[in-house]
């Protein structure tokens, strides 16, 4: 076998290699001494890794653990809110919703509008008829019935009516 | 069952994983943490973090399989968002004052133990050429050789092919190799 490729010590040093190229590359190592050498490079590399992860090791600090447990307490409003959000906004709850509120938008405005109308009292109705009546074309009479005419000068004062006897 | 959104209210259940999940693996966590960014605000942040995505996305993780590597992924993911975020100021190395606080603690030299200095002085060219590695090369650098995993294991934490895999570790490895031995002359 020819010399391994960097590449093949490094996939050999991982156990990377297929079977049949590990078999060669390890039996090549055993009667090479440049690529035994070249080996011995790339597993002290490993293992100058692995003592600095050794001697760095540290403890994980308490903050950090406070740090979760404090950052889910406050985020467990928010998330209930998203919840209710969430379960309001399903379709068989936002729709006949939808429609509640565009039914409310028309017709609150009109029955707030139909109670905002002047009360008209019956006196209003009455004279009213009275000047109807005074301008019928087809009457007996085309001046206004001595028998509606109102004995009452006062305009403010509520009208009375007297029914006249005007047959001959 | 699907997974559980994040707007459903906890469960003890979700509680009780949490904190067996900190418990057992909050220490690895938090050093591969610390491995990846090279300081321990950036790691503080990193775990807990992680800790919480485990929390949300619990019903996520597969029972039978491991919780190392579902944690990794999501701490090498996150580190991946944090240095997008940063726009590259993160590649930066360490400046050269950093490094004694960062890992060799902060004690004054006077008292510190002749054998903890040596150990410092031999660990700190590492810590040197790891930090100056791209965040790429030194993730798979880090779940080879620290956390001894596969090609196929380190492709699924990192979310790449095994042969990019491949080619970034032997990349890494031969920068690493120059830069330990350039730190160790200076």
Redesign the interface.
């Known amino acids: 076998m020819q010399h391994p490729k960097p590449e093949q010590l490094t996939d050999y040093f991982y156990a990377a290699l297929a079977p049949e190229a590990d078999a060669a590359v390890h039996a090549h190592l055993a009667q090479c001494a440049s690529c035994a050498t070249a080996y011995d490079d790339e597993a002290a590399l490993s293992s100058m890794l692995r003592r600095f992860a050794n001697d760095s090791e540290r403890e994980l600090p308490r903050s950090v653990v406070d740090g979760v447990w404090e950052r889910l307490a406050n985020e467990r409003p928010k998330a209930r809110m998203a919840a209710f959000l969430g379960a309001v906004m399903r379709p068989f709850v936002a729709i006949p919703a939808a429609i509640a509120i565009v039914l409310a938008a028309v017709f609150i405005p009109q029955y707030a509008a139909q109670r905002d109308l002047p009360s008209i009292d019956a006196s209003y109705y009455l004279q009213d008829h009275a000047a109807m009546a005074a301008t019928v074309p087809f009457g007996v009479r085309s001046s206004v019935p001595a028998a509606l005419v109102s004995n009452n000068d006062d305009d403010n004062a509520p009208a009375t009516f007297a029914i006249a006897n005007d047959e001959p | 069952m699907g997974p559980r959104?994040?707007?459903?209210?906890?469960t003890a259940e979700q509680a009780a994983f949490?904190e067996r999940a900190?418990e057992q693996y909050?220490?690895a966590?938090?050093?591969f943490a610390?491995?990846l960014t090279g300081n321990?605000a950036d790691a503080?942040d990193l775990?807990?973090e992680a800790?919480?995505r485990v929390?949300r996305a619990w019903r996520s993780f597969v029972p039978g399989t491991s919780f190392t590597s579902w944690i990794y992924r999501i701490v090498t993911n996150l580190h991946r968002d944090e240095l997008r975020r940063r726009k590259g100021r993160f590649y930066e190395e360490i400046p050269e004052d950093n490094a004694p606080q960062d890992?060799g603690g902060n004690k004054p030299l006077a008292v510190e133990p002749i054998d903890e200095y040596v150990?410092r002085q031999?660990?700190e060219p590492?810590?040197k050429a790891?930090a100056a590695l791209s965040p790429d090369q030194r993730q798979v650098?880090i779940l080879?050789?620290?956390e001894e995993y596969?090609?196929q294991e380190i492709a699924e934490i990192v979310g790449c092919s095994i042969g990019t895999v491949?080619?970034r570790?032997?990349r890494a490895?031969?920068q690493?190799?120059k830069l330990?031995q350039a730190y160790s002359r200076s």
Do not use: C
Not at chain 2, 5 to 10: D, F, L, N, Q, R
């Open positions: 959104k994040a707007t459903e209210p906890p949490l900190i909050g220490k966590t938090y050093n610390y491995r321990e503080r775990t807990q800790f919480i929390y890992f150990e031999l660990s590492v810590a790891l650098v080879a050789d620290i596969s090609y491949r080619s570790l032997h490895r031969t690493l190799r330990v």
